[in-house]
C-alpha cells in the first residue's frame, strides 16, 4: 500500500485545513486508517482514527471537537478536516493504514505515507 498526503500548508490561528491521504497498490476499504502527527524531538503522536466502514472513530482530547477524520473508499482516501487550529498543532501530519483494526498505537499501523507539515501561525 502506498500512502500518499497532501494539503497540508501555513494557517493562521482560528484557521482550517484539509488534509487527504491518497491510497494506492491494495484494498483501501477494508482497513483501519488514521493520522497521527510529530513535531522535531517528540514521539509521533495518535490524532484520530477511523474503521473500515466508517462506523468508528476515535480522536485524540486534544483535537476532539475541532477535528474530524472521514474516508471516502471509492476514491481509495482519507480525509482529516482540522478546524480552529492553533500553533500547538503544528507539526508533520502522516496517515497510516493498519490491519489490526482502529488503535491509537502506533506500533499496530503497517503502512505509511511520507507526511505533510501543517504550520500555524499565531
Known amino acids: 500500500v502506498q500512502l500518499v498526503e497532501s494539503g497540508g500548508g501555513v494557517v493562521q490561528a482560528g484557521g482550517s485545513l484539509r488534509l487527504s491521504c491518497a491510497a494506492s497498490?491494495?484494498?483501501?476499504?477494508?482497513?483501519?486508517v488514521a493520522w497521527f502527527r510529530q513535531v522535531p524531538g517528540k514521539e509521533r503522536e495518535f490524532v484520530a482514527g477511523?474503521?473500515?466502514?466508517?462506523?468508528?472513530?476515535s480522536y485524540a482530547d486534544s483535537v476532539k471537537g475541532r477535528f474530524t477524520i472521514s474516508r471516502d473508499n471509492a476514491k481509495n482516501t482519507l480525509y482529516l478536516q482540522m478546524n480552529s487550529l492553533n500553533p500547538e498543532d503544528t507539526a508533520v501530519y502522516y496517515c497510516?493504514?493498519?490491519?489490526?483494526?482502529?488503535?491509537?498505537?502506533?506500533?499496530?499501523?503497517?503502512?505509511w505515507g511520507q507526511g505533510t507539515q501543517v504550520t500555524v501561525s499565531s
Open positions: 477511523i474503521t473500515w466502514s466508517g462506523s468508528s472513530t
Open positions: 497510516a493504514v493498519g490491519y489490526s483494526g482502529l488503535s491509537t498505537r502506533e506500533r499496530m499501523y503497517d503502512y
Open positions: 497498490g491494495h484494498t483501501f476499504s477494508r482497513y483501519s
